[in-house]
């Protein structure tokens, strides 16, 4: 299934390519790269009360990228009418862009009372070629222990292929992807993706003694897209093996944004069907995500959570668990998810909810990266552990550390010392920051 996959991203992948270098550009202007500041989404300038017609489009910033391929990223066409609304989410859109590394749109008023756009972009690099940008790969292998190499935009489609390679104890994992904007007639942008991954678990938490291994390989595809200025949207399908056991899976989710975007609420929903009739089962999340500005380094951020995984016995790779690092998307930094790598944490179970508060500082701002400092909390409980053993307690983890953040990366790395404050347990460790909202 693995090797089926990765064939089929790479035909995708040469089709793109192809697809998009016989298009000519179609835009007013095309103006080489001016300063834009990173940001975790697109700088915008709201255009006036009334809504003006759009007279023309410009794209800045493409050098690999096909400017038709950023205009229609943005979704606007002349002599569209721009409302406030359509601004916002065609801003929204256009950062979404694969290939770009930070975004602005930007609008000037015409003398014949119309509005002309500016779409500015700054690309990825194509792939790490700088010491800087070796350093980062390498940092994050140091800290978060995988490798990931993206080659971004080398049919000048806006397109990024990546892979990772995880080569830890007990729970090695190989994945490849691709997003592509605006794939054929498919909204938004498109992605593909396949894995092998293998984890190892220990029936008694805390006991690694006697461990068992579960694999999974999965190929699946997804489109996202913003329908409004508001909510994005995604949904998906795959083929998943655990073990055995193949699947078919669908998935879906929404991304909505509230108080000028401070507030982002998501919920998502998985359901798979065993090929061979068995049983099926399903997992959903609810995410509630909070900043106090909209920077990349916001000074606070909060996140609060639920994850179910239901069926009468959904896989373990399903289960949600909360870690100190390198686990599954909680954080807990007191309480290590492994014990050489094997799964033996009690706060492991088919239910989860959990909840972070984080305060960042800002001390030191270099040409490459962001050096802060951050104080944290995490709480975690688990439900419907392994083997019918009662709910987890609820752990409290509190703890501070080290951030360092890379514009060119769209994350930081992150290391922290937690204490837990029901236990007195104590742990140091590492892990990547993602993009906001969902961070972990």
Not at 166 to 177: I, K, L, M, S
Not at 284 to 296: F, I, K, T, V
Not at 342 to 363: D, N
């Amino acid at each position: 299934m693995l090797r089926l996959s990765v064939s089929l991203i790479v035909v995708i992948l040469l089709f793109v390519g192809f697809g998009h270098s016989s298009v000519a550009a179609q835009t007013t202007g095309v103006k080489p790269p001016s300063r834009a500041r990173p940001s975790d989404s697109a700088e915008s300038v709201r255009p006036a009360t009334a809504a003006p017609a759009i007279e023309a489009i410009d794209v800045e910033g493409a050098e690999r990228t096909d400017p038709k391929v950023v205009i229609d990223a943005v979704g606007l066409r002349p002599p569209h009418v721009l409302t406030p609304d359509a601004f916002e989410r065609a801003a929204r859109k256009l950062d979404a862009l694969p290939a770009a590394s930070s975004t602005a749109l930007t609008q000037q008023p015409t003398r014949n009372g119309g509005v002309r756009l500016k779409a500015s972009i700054e690309e990825r690099a194509l792939m790490p070629k700088a010491l800087e940008d070796w350093a980062l790969v390498a940092g994050r292998a140091l800290f978060v222990g995988d490798v990931k190499i993206d080659i971004a935009g080398p049919f000048g489609a806006g397109e990024v292929f990546g892979t990772s390679f995880r080569w830890a104890e007990n729970r090695p994992r190989v994945a490849f992807d691709l997003a592509v904007p605006g794939l054929g007639p498919l909204p938004g942008v498109t992605r593909f993706e396949a894995s092998w991954d293998r984890q190892t678990y220990a029936f008694v938490p805390g006991d690694s003694t006697f461990g068992f291994r579960q694999t999974r390989e999965r190929a699946g595809i997804g489109v996202s897209d913003w329908a409004t200025n508001w909510l994005a949207w995604r949904a998906g399908a795959a083929f998943d093996r655990f073990d055995d056991t193949d699947t078919v899976a669908v998935n879906a989710g929404i991304d909505t944004r509230y108080m000028n975007d401070l507030l982002a609420v998501l919920l998502g929903v998985e359901g798979w069907s065993p090929t061979n009739g068995g049983r099926r089962f399903t997992q959903a999340d609810l995410l509630g995500a909070w900043r106090s500005n909209r920077e990349p380094a916001a000074p606070w951020n909060a996140v609060a959570g639920i994850t179910v995984a239901s069926g009468d016995a959904p896989p373990l790779a399903l289960w949600p668990g909360a870690s100190a690092g390198r686990g599954r998307g909680v954080l807990l930094r007191a309480h290590p998810l492994h014990d050489s790598g094997i799964v033996t944490s009690e706060v492991f179970g088919r239910q989860m909810a959990y909840a972070t508060v984080e305060r960042m500082f800002v001390i030191k701002t270099m040409k490459i990266a962001t050096i802060s400092v951050a104080g944290f909390t995490d709480m975690a409980k688990a439900w419907r552990r392994a083997d019918g053993l009662d709910a987890s307690p609820l752990h409290v983890d509190v703890g501070g550390g080290l951030r360092v953040n890379s514009p060119k990366t769209g994350g930081m790395i992150r290391i922290d010392f937690g204490y837990g404050l029901r236990d007195g347990e104590k742990q140091l460790s590492a892990g990547w920051i993602g993009r906001w909202p969902r961070r972990y």
